[in-house]
Nanobody, 124 residues
Framework: QVQLVESGGGLVQPGGSLRVSCAAS????????MGWFRQAPGKEREFVAA????????FYADSVKGRFTISRDNAKNTVYLQMNSLKPEDTAVYYC?????????????????WGQGTQVTVSS
């Protein structure tokens, strides 16, 4: 049974930083690309960042490029999203997802497994 469990969300002030984590189990983690997506109230789920199997290739949405960093630790079966210079528009539920093909797609349809999400709120 595949499980992806996000943690580390919370309330942070504009300009602050937060790191969210996603612990995976029930799959051979190192063979999957991993992605982070987010969904704000009333909006569609959108791509944030992705990382390929070995961590050598990463991809970002234009809205977070230069502020967010995705990384992974295959020994710990965990993927991270370091978020800096946070803005109120970054407020959303953040989801991690696993892509068996390993490409690190920007499309939600390419990801077969999803976590339950963690809330990130950026507000003063």
């Amino acid at each position: 049974q595949v499980q992806l469990v996000e943690s580390g969300g919370g309330l942070v002030q504009p300009g602050g930083s937060l790191r969210v984590s996603c612990a995976a189990s029930g799959l051979t983690f190192s063979t999957y690309a991993m992605g982070w997506f987010r969904q704000a109230p009333g909006k569609e789920r959108e791509f944030v960042a992705a990382i390929r199997r070995s961590g050598g290739s990463t991809f970002y949405a234009d809205s977070v490029k230069g502020r967010f960093t995705i990384s992974r630790d295959n020994a710990k079966n965990t993927v991270y999203l370091q978020m800096n210079s946070l803005k109120p528009e970054d407020t959303a539920v953040y989801y991690c997802a696993a892509d068996r093909r390993g490409y690190g797609s920007r499309l939600t349809s390419e990801y077969g497994y999803w976590g339950q999400g963690t809330q990130v709120t950026v507000s003063s």
